[in-house]
């Protein structure tokens, strides 16, 4: 059985307060940043790569862990929050005043296309997107375990990617793995605090070149998760 380990962190707390703040592309509050760098001081297996949405509350911390770590670091498109449309940027509130109904809709059920906010991403859409980033994470682990493999050697370290992102990507990454299609649940009741750590085991089957023969050499042919649920080291009181 080949093995690697994918680290997830949500951003901390942003500036801009209880908004829909999907791709607005706000920052940390010095709190945020004091979130995360707590958060990382509980992630005890080293890292060997990391992966960070763009935008500036990920890509800006993911820059500075990398470069501490000294490992290769990539900013994904497919690890953004989802695009809430003309509702992005707007407060909470100012939403459910303006559009009560709309906002209603959408909380209960944000699966359903015509719930969606105008112009804004589906969350089916959003869904897609969001594996298309953990297949191309879990694709360059498969690279360096088959690295390791080729130069003969057993790997000093397992391959560990910490990705850096947003409340809306780990829920989605939830659902894939525990295969729980199209939950409301997981957007509407679930709490997932700023700095929230969440991890996946990742596995291959020893076997796994035979049985990528005839489907184009993908390792997403045989690749499998185990999810640790989220968690949030609480910050130590002054």
């Given at each position: 059985m080949k093995r690697a380990k994918i680290t997830l962190l949500r951003h901390g707390e942003c500036e801009?307060?209880?908004?829909?703040r999907g791709q607005t592309d706000v920052a940390l509050t010095a709190?945020?940043?004091?979130?995360?760098?707590?958060?990382?001081?509980?992630?005890?297996?080293?890292?060997?790569?990391?992966?960070?949405?763009?935008l500036q509350r990920c890509f800006g911390f993911s820059l500075a862990t990398a470069q501490a770590l000294s490992?290769?670091?990539?900013?994904?498109?497919?690890?953004?929050?989802?695009?809430?449309?003309?509702?992005?940027?707007q407060s909470f509130e100012r939403i459910?005043?303006?559009s009560p109904q709309a906002f209603d809709a959408y909380w209960r059920d944000p699966w359903a296309s015509e719930n969606t906010p105008e112009a804004g991403e589906t969350l089916s859409d959003f869904n897609a997107r969001v594996e298309t980033g953990l297949m191309?994470?879990?694709d360059a682990l498969w690279l360096q375990v088959n690295n390791d493999a080729a130069l003969n050697q057993q790997a000093e370290l397992e391959p560990h990617a910490l990705v850096v992102t947003h409340g809306g990507v780990m829920r989605?990454?939830?659902?894939?793995?525990?295969?729980?299609?199209?939950?409301?649940?997981?957007?509407a009741n679930l709490a997932l605090p700023y700095a929230a750590i969440m991890s996946l085991d990742v596995y291959w089957a020893d076997n796994v070149e035979a049985a990528l023969q005839g489907h184009d050499n993908n390792p997403q042919f045989k690749v499998s998760f185990t999810l640790h649920w989220p968690q949030t080291a609480a910050m130590p009181v002054r």
């Open positions: 801009g307060g209880a908004i829909f709190t945020g940043v004091a979130q995360m760098q707590h958060a990382l001081t509980q992630v005890t297996a080293p890292i060997t790569h990391v992966f960070s949405s763009p490992v290769p670091l990539q900013a994904l498109t497919a690890l953004q929050e989802i695009d809430f449309g003309l509702w992005d940027g459910y005043q303006q191309a994470i879990t989605c990454l939830m659902g894939y793995v525990l295969n729980a299609g199209q939950s409301s649940g997981l957007f």
